[in-house]
């Protein structure tokens, strides 16, 4: 059984959106720590409190829809949203300056006649820009209806940039209309950026100049009285615990159906970054989860694995759609940011330790058996059964998928791919075969079954401990580490019910496991 709270998981959702709108990670974390504090000193309900903090963590969920349109307008999306956090939208001049700031970064390599064309495109799709808001709020209302959120959370999301003099997105509500938990949390937002750009007293001073425009009053006032005491330690390094406790109200862990509920939006909002991406996720979890069955992989292998599956392109999110919408080759700076999404994906699963040891496996994915995979460059024996399946099961679910440098292979064709990433000794053997079984393909290639799930490198350990070998000359024998060799041993007698090296050799006699195949 899964032992996540609901408030853990959208903390580490919360780290992805980070990211994706160009924030340092915890900004949203502390985001919800001072609208909590702000709403604890104007005497908010529980209830209230609790619709505060889980919008300020969800605030921009929807922060991937529309983003190949945008970044076809202004280059590097993400840039325009780091900078749009310090602009007040209503002032044109702000934004003006805003996009033609991103369109030169972003295109800095340009000639100069093509970086003015690229300014004025930009310039003139403002109104477009301005429209995809709500496209972010429908994909984040659904997302947070998914993952069972009420109605006070459903509303906020729905008015990601309204205002308090009614010249917000996306419907220009204004006072009180706008829901108290998107007043506050704007607020709060505002506030942590200004304090990490120029202290307290500049979150102070921009409070103050926009009160009874961006800001209701009342809460401008409320925030300055007290400013350093609810500013207090989130300039600084953000105690993950501390961010979680403050959780208003009971605390609720997941179950095992809820988490794989939250684990699907989840990746639908990862997917939904690119049209080319959609249900890849899923996709790839439903083919990595019934090839570990097949495999023979315990059923507690198989759900981490699917969970896994469901999360492991969450890292995507750090990286411009400019890059995932390119046709043509990445450049090397292109290539190197492209290539670090698997750490972000483990980076943004880091906490709590349940999520982590997820995490751990989804950020595999791109590796290789022989090491040329990335961001580690893992060898095969740091690869688990679970690692390699995960690995063939998005190399083939990809090719099956259209890319904009390329359309969509045949399944026959994907097939294909596999086997000579696996001739070739980039992809494993019994993954790639047990991956094209669960494709529905026909494995023409002799396979042996995997017996009690062991991996062909466990039956290679159970061998020698069979025949007595000591770790040491194990590791030796396997070119491989002693650690490594206890964490085989380990995996090993708990696949088969054993508790000793006796009983495994005993079970290796059985199986017919001792000789070489």
């Known amino acids: ?55 300020a963590l969800l605030r921009y969920i929807g922060c991937n829809a529309e983003t ?30 805003m996009v033609s700031r991103t369109v030169r970064r972003s295109y800095a390599d340009s000639p100069p006649l093509n970086l003015v064309a690229q ?38 999301l729905g008015q990601l940039y309204e205002r308090w003099d009614g010249r917000g997105m996306p419907k220009g509500l204004k006072g009180d209309d706008v829901a ?36 209701a009053p009342r809460l401008v006032e409320c925030l300055c009285a007290h400013a350093s005491e609810l500013l207090s330690g989130l300039d600084e390094e953000l105690s993950w615990d501390a961010a ?30 690119s049209p080319s991406t959609l249900g890849h996720s899923r996709g790839v979890a439903d083919l990595a989860a019934e ?17 896994a599956a469901l999360l492991h392109d969450v890292g995507r999110v750090s990286v411009s759609a400019r890059l995932w919408e390119k046709e043509t ?55 688990s059964p ?6 063939a099961a998005d190399a083939y679910h990809r090719r099956t998928e259209p890319r904009p440098h390329r359309p969509a292979e045949t399944p026959e064709a994907a097939a294909e791919y596999l086997r000579r990433e696996m001739r070739s000794g980039r992809l494993d053997t019994e993954a790639v075969n047990t991956v094209l079984a669960a494709a529905g393909h026909r494995v023409s290639e002799k396979r042996r079954e995997m017996v009690g799930g062991l991996s062909e490198r466990e039956v290679e350990v159970l061998r020698l401990v069979a025949r007595g070998q000591s770790m040491k000359q194990i590791a030796a024998a396997l070119t491989i580490s002693e650690k490594t060799v206890d964490n085989h041993i380990q995996h090993i007698y708990e696949k088969i019910g054993v508790s000793t090296r006796a009983a495994a050799a005993l079970f290796a006699v059985e199986q017919n496991l001792l000789e070489q195949k």
């Open 1 to 55: 059984m899964v032992e996540i709270k609901l408030a853990e998981l959208m903390a580490a959702l919360s780290i992805a959106t980070d990211l994706g709108m160009g924030q340092p990670i915890n900004y949203a974390l502390c985001s919800s720590v001072l609208a909590v504090r702000l709403g604890e000193k104007l005497k908010l309900s529980d209830a209230d409190l609790h619709d505060v903090y889980y919008y």
């Open 68 to 97: 190949p349109e945008l970044a076809a307008i202004v280059g590097d999306e993400i840039t325009l949203r780091q900078e749009h956090a310090t602009v007040d939208d209503a002032h044109i001049n702000e934004i003006v300056a």
């Open 119 to 156: 300014i004025a495109r930009g310039l003139l799709a403002l109104p477009q820009i301005r429209s995809m808001f709500n496209a972010h709020c429908e994909v984040a209302q659904v997302l947070g209806r998914h993952m069972g959120f009420g109605e006070g959370v459903i509303r906020a």
């Open 180 to 215: 108290l938990p998107v007043l506050i949390v704007t607020l709060a937002q505002d506030a942590i950026t200004f304090t990490r750009l120029g202290g307290v007293d500049s979150a102070v001073a921009v409070a103050r100049e926009r009160s009874r425009s961006v800001y």
């Open 244 to 273: 979680i406790a403050l959780e208003p109200g009971i605390q609720p862990y997941l179950d095992d159906p809820g988490f794989d509920t939250a684990c699907t939006a989840i990746a639908d909002f990862i997917d939904v970054k």
């Open 291 to 307: 090839a570990a069955r097949l495999s023979g992989l315990p059923a507690a292998d198989v759900t981490a694995l699917y969970r």
């Open 329 to 383: 080759e990445f450049t090397e700076r292109e290539w190197e940011q492209v290539r670090m999404h698997p750490y972000y994906t483990e980076r943004i699963l880091a906490r709590p330790k349940s999520l982590a040891r997820l995490g751990a496996l989804a950020g595999l994915h791109h590796e290789r058996v022989d090491g040329s995979g990335y961001y580690r460059g893992a060898t095969a024996a740091m690869l």
């Open 386 to 391: 679970s690692a390699r399946i995960l690995a």
